[in-house]
Each structure stands twice: as C-alpha cells, then as structure tokens.
C-alpha cells in the first residue's frame, strides 16, 4: 500500500488532468453527529462522491480549538455517547469499502489518552487508517506517539500556523512525513490582494522546510478562495462551512457546497 | 513550588492548540523574568498592600475553639482582599504581567464571577480592555457579578455552548486567546491550564502561606499543625500550602465539594476517594471527573467556584504523593458549618469557604488544645445571599425581591419580560 | 477631640430621659477608664488588626489623578475593613467596651443596615445578645442587610412608627434602653447621641486619620492637602478630620447628601447653606433638618446611610468654626462618581462614600499637580447592587430576580406572598 | 393665686371626705390629637369633670421617653402641624374657664427650644399654666429655665425613676416644689406584693427628701393600683391607658376608665 504522501502525490497529478481544481479534498465529518448512524451514511456519501480525503473527528466535550459550529456539533454528538472502538471499526469498514480515498481520524487528546494513544495507533493501523490529527498533543510531547506510528504506518499529522515562530515551523515541517496541515486563520476571501499575499508567503516558506504535500484549512466556503490554493498547496480543507451547509440542507447541501468549490 | 519544566510528576504541562504555542511561550517567558525581577516584585508587593490591603489578619477564633474543645482555631482572612476573595492575589500579579508584556487587553473565564469580578476590577486600574468568558447558565445564576463586571465596563460574554458553565467558559476563552493573542492576555483565575499558569498562579497566591507562616510565629510563636483548604481549580490550596511543603509535620488538607451525593454530576469531587481519572484537556494534564470515553463530565456543588471538572495539577500530583490529605463536604455540612461561624464568629463566610470550615470543624475537637489548625477563609459570603437564602429557606427574602420588582421602572420590565437583553 | 464635659460649642450634651441617666453615667465612667487604660487600647488594636484586618490601605489612584489633571488622588480604604466599611471600628471599640462593663446585651439602631450588620458581627463574637431596630421601611428596602443580620443571630425589630426610618430606630433604641439598661448597652452607630457617645465614636473612628497621617509619610513624606469625608451622622468624618484638627493647613471638607433637590424632604443637607437649624433631640443638641415648630422632617439621599436627620454635633461646630468646610452632592452626581471610580480604578465605592467622592472630583481639576487630597472611601458598594442596578436602569437585574424568584421553594413563596412574615 | 402645690394640697384634703379615693387625678391629653379641636374638647370634657391636674403634651416627632401609643398618637397629632403659640393661648383659654383646675404643659425640649424656652415660660405664665414637664432636659442644664420659671411663677417639674441614684434622687427631690413626677416602669400590679413592696419603698425614699406633693405615673388602668398609692402619693397620672380607652371608645370609654379608677 503507498504511504499517505504518496497517495497524495499520486492523485494530485491525476488531477492536474481532470476537469476539477488540481487540489484535493479533504472533507470533515464528525463521529457521532448527528446520531452515529447519519454521520456514517453521510461519510460513506461523501466517498462515494469520489473525495480523497475524509477526515473524522470523534466528538470530544471540550474541543477548544474549534469554533462555534463545530463546537456545537460535538457537543450534541457527545450526548450520543460514541465509543472509539466501535467508530474506529467503522471507520475501518469505510476504508475498506472505499479503497480509493483515505480516512484521517482527528479528536482530541483525553479521549485518546483514556483509551491509550499506543492502544490507538495500533487499532487505527488495523483498520487501515491513514493518518492521526490531535490539535491539543504538541509535538515536544509526542515522542512515544511517532514512535508507535512509525512502528504501525500511522501517519501523524501536525499543524502549523501562521503564529508559530519561524524557527519552530521549519522544525515542524521538516519532521512531516504524510501531510502537514497548514492552518490559516487570516482567511482569503479572494478579493485582498495583501490577505492572498500573506498566504502565498506562509505557504511558500513552509514549503522551503517540506516535500510533504500541504493542506490548507481557513474556512473555505468559496470557489475563489480555492483556486487561490492552486499551485500553493495539494489539500483544500472543508470544515465548518460543509458542517453549516448540512445542517442546513443534509446531504444534498453538504454535495452542492463541495461542487460549487470545485473539488468534487 | 517549581514545576518540572511545567509538569508535576505526570501533571501538568501545555496541551494547546498549536496557534496558542507563541503566547504560551511569552507568557513562560515574561514570567520567568518577572519573578526575578526585584522591581516587578516590588510593585507587586505595593498593589498588593495597597490596593488590596495584604496583609490579610490571621484571627483566632475563641468561641468555636471552645465550641469543639479541641485545637485552637485560626481563619486566614482571604475574605478581607478587595474583591472579598484571594482571587485578588492572583489578578494582581498577571495584570501588572501584562503590563509588563505590553498587551492592552485582558481575557478570563468565570464560574461563579469572583475571578470575572477580580479581572474587571484589575483591568479597570489598570487602563486594561477586558472580556469575560462566562457560562450562559452562570450568568443567569450569578447575574449581580455580571452587573459589577459590566460597570467595571468589562465585556461580559454569555457562552452557550455545552454545560454553559465554567468548564465552557474555559474553552471560549482559549478559543479567543487563539484569535486574539497578539494583544490580549489569557488570565486565568486558578492554578490550572497549560504551563506556566499552574505555577504562576500559585506562585501569586503563595502570599497566603507566607503570611500565615509569619503570622503564626508572631501571634503564637510556633507553625500551624494543620491546614485546611477548599480546592475548587486549587488556587487558594496551593496559595497556603506551597510555602509549607518543607514541613511534613504541618499536615495540609484539601477539601472538595460534596455536594449532592456521590453519583457522577452531583458532586465535584475530583481526588478524594479516587472519583476522577487522569485526563488531559483544558491544556494540561491532572485529574477529571470524566466518562470512560474521557468525555468531561458535569459536576455539582452549592458553591459555585468549586464546581470545576478537573483540579491544579499541582494539587493532583501532592495528593497523589501524599503530600496533601483530600476529603471532601456535602452542600448540607458547608451549609451548617457557614452558619456556625456566622454566629460564633460574626464573620460570613464564602459557601467555598465553608467547605474547608466544614472539614475542619468535623475534625478540630479530636485534636488536642495544645495543637493549632489554621483555615483559609477564601471569601467572604455576602455574595451568597442568593444561594444562602434559598439554602435556609428564608421567607422574606423572595417576599423583598417582588416589592423590588414592583417599584422597578416600567418600561425596563417590559423590555427584560420580553427577553430583549440589555437596554444600555 | 475632647469635649467641653461632653459640649462642643453649644452642641452636644446629654438630654434623655431621666431614668437613661445612670446607664449614661456608666457610660461615660466606662469609656474614661477604658481610654486610658493600656490593656483595652491593646485589645481594641488586637481586634482591629486581627478582626478586621487594620491598617487599611491608602489607595493612590494614578487613573483618576491624570483624569482630573490636577491634585493627586488617594483614597483611604475603609470599605476594606471587615463588613465593609468603617462602621467596624466602632462597633468593636464599644463591644470591648461592653464586655468590660459586664453587659450581656446590646441595642443598636440601624438605617441603611450597615451599622446593624457591624453590631451583630461583633454581638457574634463577642457572645453578646443582640436586637436591632430598623425603620419598617428600611427592613423592606435594605432586606438583604436585615438577612445576615439575623442569620448572625441578631433579632431584628421593624420599627412600624412615624417615618419607619432611621430617626424613628433611634428613637425605638432609645426605648428599649430606658427598660433594659441594667444588662443592656445602647451600641450608638455614628457620632450623635448623648454624651460621651459623640467622643466615643469619634474616639474609636480617628484610627482613620491616625492611619492616614502615617501613611501620607510613608507613601508621599507630606501631610495630605486636602480631605474629604461623606457626612451621614459624622462618624467616619470625624476619624478621618480629627487627628488633623492642628493641622490649619490641611483642608477638610464634609460633604452632605444632596438627594434630589433643595426642597425639604428632597435632601439630607444640615449644615451646608444653612439648611438645618439648631435643635435638641434624640439625647443631644446639633443642628437639625426642622420646621419651624421644632418638628423633625424627613430626609431623602440616594444613600441610605447618610439620610439622618441630625448630624454630629462635633462637625456641627467645627463647621461653625470654620475649621472645616461643608457641601453637599446630588444623587445624580453620586451615581456618575460611584461609575467614575469602578471604570478608572477598579474599586466599588458605597453611595455613601461616593459623596466624598463626587465633591473631590468637583475640585480636584482646580488643585495643582503637587497638591494631594485623600478621600475617604467609608464602605465597599457591592451591597448597594439594589439602589444602582435601579439607578442605572439595568435591564437584566430584574430579569435575574425573576428567574431567582420562579425557583424558589414554592411553600415559602406561598407563605410570604400572604405576608406571613418570617418561617425560621 | 395659690401656688401648684398649695393648690394640690388643698385639694387633696378635700378629697379625703369626698367620695372619690383620695388622690389627685392627672390626667394626659396630646394637643393635636386627634386634631387640634377633637383634643380641645376632650380637655374640655375632663375639665368639666373635675379633673384636679390636666396633663397637655405638646406633640414632637421624636418622643423617645413614650410608649408606643403616645408615640403613635404623637405622630398622628404632628401631622396636623401644631403651633405653639396657638396652643398656649388655648390653653390659657381653658386655663380662665376652667379655675377650679390646674394645667401643666408637657413637651420634649426641641419644639420649646425653638420657640425659645424664656418666651415659653413668659407666655405660659402669661395664660396661667401652672407647671412644665420636659422629659428631656436634665436638670444640670436647666438653670436658666429654673430661673425663668422662678421669675414668672411657673412650675418646673422634674421627674424622678427607680433608676435615679439614691443621691441624684435626694438632690432633684429637694429641689423640687410644685410636685414631684415619680416614673415608676417596675410597674403595680395589686398582685404582687414584691412589686408593691418596691414602689412602696421608692416613694417613701422621695418622701424622705421634700415636701412636695408626689405624683405617680407607670401605666395605671385598674383600680388597684391607684388603691395602693393611697398614703403614699398625692396624684395619680393616668397616660397611656386613658389614650388607650379614648381611641376605643372615645370620651366616654375614656371617662369611663377614670370613674372605673376611682378618681372622677
Ligand atoms: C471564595 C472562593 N474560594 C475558593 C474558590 C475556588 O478556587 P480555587 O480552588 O482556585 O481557590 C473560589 C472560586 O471562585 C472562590 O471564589
Ligand atoms: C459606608 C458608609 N459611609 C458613611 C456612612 C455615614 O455614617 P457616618 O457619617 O457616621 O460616617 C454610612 C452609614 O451607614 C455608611 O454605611
């Protein structure tokens, strides 16, 4: 099986000859909202759409890194007291179903913690999952995790901002191997020249530190801010803005808002 | 007590979301210089006296030493801050911080609104912006804090997500600080979250134990032998107890809130009798009071600073050392031992308070008369009015509210009837 | 200052009821011997320190100062004292006072509830007996305060005659004196009354100035220039101007409540412009708010505690001498005072406090940046949450109380609706 | 004219071959009170009586020397804005109807400071008052007024308390001339013969120490306490209980409380 970098790679050129945006998606669904049931269906949906790239967090009571939307969505799917055993089986199934795409589990640490970051990696591995997302285990922290990952083929997945201090981004994207995820919380809305400057450079210097390929997140919810990844980046992140567009149409809201970003 | 590089045994340390890194790291920084900075000491010390009257009095209290005709009873007076709470110790010291960090504007979490109020009146004199994080629930509960924050001309906002309580009040503001670090400061008003706020705070509040040491030789030429402290986030605890970890044979004791019972969501009691787990959030790792799935749990006491989910790390690894004795007091003992000093003592205690007056009171009379307890009366009660009427059932209290209510202008009852928030 | 066998000027005296005259004799001896025996000046500064947590500071308020752009601003913390403000120096100099008489009871009158709240901390720990008389309409309006007092153990008695206000407390106290005298004491709450109450309390109030005058040294190396100094009976007035009474040169300014407007009843204006005449009553000669029959009037202040009729026959002659200067402020300037302080430097001053305030800030701008005036902030405002929620017109207070209200054990609101008074 | 005590002695040894038990009544009325005619009359009506001593307090808002329905009364009676001067001159009035009587002006000190206490005097004296009662003003700070009364032929009477100390006691007693205001609160019930024992005991202490006539005040309403003061005082004072009996019934309740006591 190729390394989730390689997967990348390789869909990423496939793309440059596709109708779509030479950028692939990857989409956020959370475990558990709003019942275990819809959000299965919803990302087997989204699989089936052909998206490269689902991410799922498993819902966590106090996500501090998230905003209101999907705050409020993990909070409800809290109540539906989701098992990480079981979601990690049934992720594993979709993965198996949909060998075509890769399923990236995020959440935060406790969760984790409690059933045992080692425990994790290894049952992530079993099922096939490609790579780990915890927003809240720096990576001074993580010495035992990488190892376990590296010893299953579980790619961690760190994040970069456009905070983080220069020295400590070169350092963070020199260690990344599957993806590295690229947060920006300026936003791009496509219209300031000087906002689009400022991604460009915060990518282009990440990019000195990293062949991995770079996902980009800043609350995509238009066209234009995708095309402006182009060239800059190989993942455009689709979070609260899918969230919002299915909790206010379902499904069908959800799968206009990723044709009419052009990455699906 | 100096941390470990920020850990605690295994507790403690800086689990934030990555955007939060550079700040935590200033705020490491500036710290770490400003606690060997003699001049920043200096104007700690000068706020301290002046604007909040340290040093507290340490007050023997003779009718309950009789009372329960054991060990001579003692009360810190915490109560006696501005503020009316230690809170003020700590407030002090990251204000005159974030003046030192240059930053113009000061963002806090509040449960019961003493630390919101202690962060409004700090950020008032010291020309600081400031935004209060604060459960939806809490507010409507603890409305009369939320008036004084707002004159102070604090922003006060009501945070609706999950328990609307203290616990999402945290994660708004670490949500703020992410967004906002550049110019604002995260003053968080207990001795949790990520490095180095355990250990800031603490070292803030460690005026307490210093003062009670002095103290102690002076009005009765020995140490205490026993400490009690309420532990809500832990702050007032390790503001006794620090300065008195070198002396094993002062025992520190900590007391959680009972409340209800001892079903998950009726109590708070994270450490006495192994009800919460190791966990990590909220940035750092300690104890919660969590599900199996570490999902944070909610939790209940009559006193509303102390329903915290988790505790100091600080805490959580001295208890598990066994360095501190945990026990905890039920709403209906911290009730009764609130009106006992009331009338033994004519000092009105905060219901936070009384849950240490609660366990010391159920231990005092097996001591000798020749041993000393000292208790650290975190706060003083007045503000409890709403709780402590309620709690004895008093009859004209709710008869007062309505004639209150009637003499209220007019059209403000419309508008508040309809629900439409503030007028100004 | 002494008086003149209890005269100052033409005030002062001791005009009560004949059978009053033995307890006032006793009194008077008691007090004399108490002064300058050294032991009761320790216990009294013991209970101070140690109770009420004296000295309390002197605030510099760098925000206010720049503000004004004139003199430079301090204030002289008494709302720090325990219960919150001065009324504590007093009601522990007479409770010691009481105890050494061998007295098992005392009387106090109460109007805002302050002075109520004071007596029965200290009934409590000192293991006295206490009743407390209050205007019926004050136990309506001031309840919360009525509340403590008797959770304390105090027994509150709504006085149902005449006005149902302070004056007619007063009154009420005086009565259950003249019957109970012989194991009673009459705990006076300001520094009117007959001799040797006026001297009293000022005697146990001038801790204030004492402090003041030492920490002016220590903090500025200068008598202060000014001082000013809320006047509701005088008590805190006198502790703060006396100890300066050889000090010509250090200007002392008495401000009255101003209320609404000039019209009698409107106001609590004695002294400045004239308003007040002359007068005997309530067991001394001052100067009065009378008609011209000699009949007491009402009085109106937006602070409860400064709404005496009366006034200190001690400021009332020093007035007259010109040794110190009278104004006055209005209700409206109260409330912007009290906004003004909260904002700039984070401390919630009482209503009443907030007159001395509202003159200072009137004046301060016309003081030269090396002047320093010293303002006597006499009692914290959280208490006051009633009056400014309502003079602010805040929106959600009411909205809180109704919520409170929906909540409350439904029996006892069933019970208090009929008006069936107290369960406990 | 005689003077008060002449007068009172006079009158007490015609009493003791009348019907009526041999004392003195004095008689309590609030000017003012209800209104100012309602109290006339009544003045009137106990005048027309026979009542020996009519007792007329001049209401003040502050009585701190009463009980609560002379309080009560006196507030109501405020309220209805009494004028000094009027009332002196209808006293005086029925001072000249009604010669066979005396009339004693009580008040607390302040409405008589503000009209001035030597013009009261001069005035009282001027329409035949025979004596003032003024529960507030001890006699160290009287002088003026002792004089002032001395030199208009005014009584100034001055009352005495259980409490007063024996040699305080001894000093107003020998001072005193036109009678003596005995307050006892101890109280008589006829029952107890401790008590009665005690008032005893007082009043022939008092006695020990002047001449004049004794008059005895402390909430008389039956018979049997005016009984035990035969032999040992001059006047029985009857306040509160006359107050009380009026405001039920009005002047014929009151009258009726005085025939019950046996002294009309
Ligand atoms: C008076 C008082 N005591 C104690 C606490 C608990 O906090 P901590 O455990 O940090 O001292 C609070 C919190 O609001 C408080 O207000
Ligand atoms: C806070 C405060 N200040 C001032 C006063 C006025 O009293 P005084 O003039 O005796 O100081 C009161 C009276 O209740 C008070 O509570």
């Given amino acids: 099986m190729p390394t989730l970098s390689e997967f990348i790679r390789a869909r990423s050129q496939a793309l440059q000859t596709s109708e779509r945006l030479p950028l692939l998606a990857m989409t956020h669904v959370i475990y558990g909202y709003p019942t275990v049931e819809a959000s299965l269906a919803w990302m087997r949906r989204l699989l089936e759409q052909g998206i ?17 939307t999907i705050v409020a969505a993990c909070h409800r799917a809290v109540e539906n007291q989701p098992q990480m055993q079981l979601c990690l089986q049934q992720l594993g199934q979709l993965q198996r179903d949909f ?7 995020m959440g935060y640490l406790n969760p984790f913690y409690r059933y045992g970051l080692t425990r994790l990696v ?7 999952i490609a790579g780990l997302i915890i927003p809240d285990l720096p990576m001074e922290r993580a010495g035992q ?6 010893d299953h083929g579980v790619e961690p997945i760190w994040l970069v901002t456009p905070a983080t201090p220069a020295e400590r981004l070169a350092s963070i994207a020199r260690q990344a191997t599957g993806m590295l995820y690229c947060v920006s919380r300026s936003g791009v809305t496509g219209q300031k020249d000087g906002a689009q400057q400022a991604l460009a450079d915060y990518l282009s210097t990440i990019r000195q530190h990293t062949d991995a390929p770079l996902a980009v997140g800043f609350g995509i919810r238009r066209r234009v801010q995708v095309e402006a990844l182009v060239g800059q980046a190989d993942i455009a992140i689709v979070g609260s803005a899918l969230l919002e567009a299915y909790n206010a149409g379902g499904q069908e809201a959800g799968l206009a808002l990723l044709a009419s970003l052009g990455i699906i | 007590m100096m941390s470990d590089n920020g850990y605690y045994g295994q507790y403690g340390g800086s689990y934030i979301p ?14 770490d210089e400003a606690r060997n900075d003699p001049a920043f000491i200096q104007a700690l010390e000068q706020q301290w006296q002046q604007y909040s009257g340290r040093p507290t009095p340490l007050t023997f209290c003779a009718n309950l ?13 915490e109560d006696l801050n ?9 407030v002090i010291g990251q204000g005159l911080l974030v003046k030192r960090m240059g930053k113009k504007r000061v963002i806090a979490e509040t449960g019961a609104g003493q630390h919101g109020i202690a962060t409004a009146l700090v950020a008032a004199r010291l020309g600081l912006e400031c935004t209060i994080y604060m459960g939806a629930k809490d507010v409507a509960r603890q409305y009369p804090n939320v008036f004084w924050m707002r004159q102070l001309g604090a922003t006060v906002i009501p945070v609706t997500t999950g328990s609307q309580t203290l616990r999402d009040a945290l994660d708004e503001a670490l949500r703020d600080w992410s967004g906002s670090y550049a110019d604002s400061h995260y003053l968080i008003g207990t001795s949790c979250g990520c490095a180095p706020f355990p250990e800031m705070v603490s070292f803030f509040q460690s005026v307490i134990g210093r003062e009670v040491r002095q103290q102690s030789q002076a009005q009765f030429g020995a140490l205490p032998d026993r400490l009690y402290a309420c532990v809500g986030g832990g702050s007032n605890a390790c503001g006794l107890f620090l300065p008195f970890m070198d002396e094993a044979q002062v025992e520190k004791v900590g007391v959680e809130a009972g409340g209800k019972g001892m079903a998950l969501g009726e109590h708070s009691i994270r450490l006495s009798h192994d009800l919460g787990q190791p966990g990590i959030a909220q940035g750092f790792a300690s104890i919660f009071l969590q599900d199996n799935q570490g999902q944070l749990q909610e939790t209940h006491s009559i006193a509303a600073g102390l329903d915290y989910v988790g505790v100091s790390p600080i805490i959580a690894h001295l208890a598990e050392q066994g360095q501190l004795r945990m026990t905890y007091a039920s709403d209906q003992d911290v009730v009764d031992a609130c009106t006992l000093l009331l009338r033994k003592e004519g000092i009105i205690p905060a219901l936070e308070s009384s849950h240490a007056l609660a366990a010391a009171f159920r231990e005092a009379g097996t001591l000798s008369p020749q041993q000393r307890i000292v208790i650290n009366l975190s706060g003083r009660g007045d503000k409890d009015i709403f709780n402590v009427a309620r709690a004895v059932q008093d009859a004209e209290f709710p008869q007062f509210l309505r004639s209150y209510l009637r003499e209220y202008p007019d059209n403000l009852q419309l508008a508040s009837d309809a629900g439409q928030g503030r007028a100004v």
Same sequence: chains 1, 4.
């Fill in chain 1, 52 to 68: 490269e790239l689902l991410e799922v967090q498993f819902p966590f009571s106090d996500p501090v890194a998230d905003g209101p």
């Fill in chain 1, 99 to 105: 060998p075509q795409s890769r399923i990236l589990l």
């Fill in chain 1, 122 to 128: 290894q049952d992530a591995a079993a099922q096939g």
């Fill in chain 1, 145 to 150: 995790f990488r190892r376990d990952c590296t």
């Fill in chain 2, 18 to 31: 990555e955007i939060l890194y550079t700040s935590q790291q200033q705020v490491q920084q500036a710290f």
């Fill in chain 2, 65 to 77: 030493t009789e009372h329960f005709g054991g060990a001579q009873i003692y009360l810190k007076r």
């Fill in chain 2, 82 to 90: 501005h503020s009316g709470a230690h809170k003020m110790n700590n």
